[in-house]
């Protein structure tokens, strides 16, 4: 039977039966990788669905971005409701509407009831994600944290290859609806396990519950990400475009002016003031940001211009994604040795690195052209996002996990976001540019079908019989071209911000944050609310297992004076 040993000052239960964490990690894990899964899972069926329910491509871009823009507004006020309320029901609920969501949208007759589904999806996946993370951080002692966090971070990262390999392998033999049945088994799956060994903890809160915080941020984030979805399918000046780019921005200023003036806030803004949260948001924004780009493109160049199908192309990404489950558990112990600003830096330069060397030595023939690039930046990858997701969940108090975790969530959701919409944008400019010529002396109807893409080219191509080899062949140095002026731009977006993570340690409290962020924090008193134990826990043994989240003084004890991630930040959440 598991023990669960509470520690003094107010710190949450933690589970101290290592069979136990195994079971709660599984729970966590699968749980993430049926949320994540969903955002790039629908990409592979569009044309399926397209002829199935007579959807435009827009109302299939809304089935696939409702449910990212569902999920990315949610993240925060529900992260913070587990932390008041309890972790686990958050969790039980957001997978019972994350299942529900995803029946409605296999069930659907219309495209309206199919987005209708992915949105209720979405919902349910916010419910879930943050609260995987922070059931971890609230729950695993010290020693244990940093390897869970890291398997985390790892599945975190290959969900969506894992999800585009999924798929492809249902879409080939099965119809599309089909493609549904995973994330709902999955969420069935870690239900049940739920109920069975995750503890239940939540932090008594004094004050009211921030509603005006939470409302401003989901139209903040919601809107942000709404506006950066459609700006590249639309234009950037359509008005649905700008709509959401307004209402984000004016929710992101009335957020920040709402949470340094409320006396209980969601989130407490000036916690940005500290040096490693900050590094945390900017490497991990962009590092997901140039993953997700790389899956846009690389998708396109290993379907247009190897011939691959939708499984091989899939499975032409699965290395990336080995190379990040692997790894990433082992990110904390090097991170340990060589210190967060070390770790951030290099691993945004081993990305930048990846992303040359897919530039450099593409060729039009052979996917191994690509293979070394591609594992050194799924090696930067792997460097990076453990210690960034761990400089942001510890710098909020334990009482905050939840809230620290949707932070962690939604740098993600919004760097995936950016990157989709840069380096799609930069591909697909350069692609027309490159294009151009050949497009020039084919008939106006002809020409804009070769500018509009690689599956136009091709059309055209097929019809003008042995006269469209040139056109094709063409179009497929063009993509190769455009694909590798993508990676370029990646690769300056990364060393950028390896050069803002160096700023960012820059004079002593720079140096002091970066270097407590991987210790464990001690909330007092007087910054950590009273917990609120599981009512099934076993009584505490007689001398607790003390545990914390951030720095203290490095010997285990937990004691010490709070100079750490909580420095720069105000002494309560």
């Known amino acids: 039977m598991s023990t669960v040993a509470l520690a003094r000052n107010g710190s949450a239960s933690t589970i101290t039966d290592p069979r136990r964490r195994r079971l709660v990690l599984i729970t966590v894990c699968a749980a993430l990788v049926a949320v994540v899964a969903g955002v790039s899972g629908l990409n592979v069926a569009q044309q399926a669905i397209a002829l199935d329910l007579g959807a435009s491509q827009s109302q299939i871009l809304w089935a696939i971005n409702g449910y990212t823009v569902a999920l990315a507004a949610l993240l925060m006020p529900v992260g913070a409701i587990g932390d008041r309320w309890g972790r686990k029901p958050v969790l039980l609920a957001g997978l019972a509407v994350f299942a529900l969501g995803n029946l409605v949208a296999a069930m659907a007759g219309s495209p309206e009831l199919l987005i209708a589904g992915r949105v209720v999806a979405g919902a349910g996946a916010a419910m879930v994600m943050p609260v995987t993370l922070s059931v971890i951080t609230s729950s695993f002692p010290e ?54 060994v995750v503890p239940n903890s939540h932090e008594r809160r004094e004050g009211r519950f921030d509603t005006l915080g939470s409302l401003l941020s989901v139209m903040a984030v919601g809107g942000i990400v709404l506006g950066i979805h459609e700006g590249p399918e639309q234009g950037w000046t359509d008005p649905l475009t700008v709509a959401g780019l307004v209402i984000g921005i004016t929710g992101l200023v009335g957020f920040v002016v709402r949470e340094l003036r409320a006396t209980h806030p969601l989130l407490d803004v000036r ?86 060397l897919m530039a450099e030595l593409v060729d039009t023939t052979s996917y191994w052209s690509i293979v070394p690039g591609l594992m050194l930046t799924a090696l930067g990858l792997a460097a990076t996002m453990t210690p960034a997701t761990t400089a942001i969940t510890g710098s909020l108090s334990r009482a905050q996990q939840g809230v620290a975790s949707a932070l962690n969530d939604t740098s993600r959701e919004i760097g995936g976001a950016l990157g989709i919409a840069l380096m799609g944008s930069i591909f697909n400019a350069q692609y027309r540019s490159e294009v151009g010529d050949v497009a020039a002396r084919l008939d106006p109807t002809q020409g804009q079908l070769v500018k509009d893409g690689i599956a136009g080219a091709t059309e055209v191509a097929q019809s003008m019989g042995r006269d469209g080899a040139p056109v094709l062949d063409a179009a497929r140095h063009a993509l190769v071209d455009a694909w590798a002026g993508s990676m370029w731009i990646g690769a300056a977006i990364a060393v950028i911000a390896a050069g803002l993570v160096v700023v960012l340690s ?35 043994h007689p001398e607790p297992v003390l545990v914390g989240i951030g720095a203290g003084n490095g010997n285990g004890s937990g004691s010490g004076d709070r100079t750490s991630t909580g420095a720069g930040r105000p002494g309560g959440p």
């Open 271 to 356: 916690v940005f003031a500290n040096r490693a949260l900050s590094s945390g948001i900017v490497a991990l924004t962009v590092v997901f940001g140039i993953m997700f780009g790389i899956f846009l493109t690389l998708m396109q160049f290993m379907q247009a211009v190897l011939g691959y199908s939708a499984i091989r192309g899939a499975v032409g990404l699965l290395p990336m994604a080995l190379v990040m489950i692997g790894l990433s558990p082992f990110a904390p112990r090097v991170s340990q040795r060589l210190g967060l600003r070390t770790m951030l830096v290099a691993g945004a330069l081993l990305v930048g690195g990846g992303l040359v």
């Open 506 to 540: 820059l004079g002593r409290k720079g140096r002091e944050e970066m270097q407590a962020s991987a210790q464990p924090v001690l909330d007092d008193e007087s910054a950590s609310p009273t917990p609120v134990p599981d009512a099934d826990a076993p009584l505490p």
């Open 143 to 196: 020693e244990a944290r940093g390897n869970a966090v890291g398997v985390w971070a790892g599945f975190a990262g290959a969900g969506g290859v894992i999800g585009l390999l999924a798929s492809a392998v249902i879409i080939d033999d099965l119809t599309w609806p089909w493609l549904f049945a995973i994330p709902v088994t999955l969420a069935v799956v870690a239900a049940l396990l739920t109920a069975a």
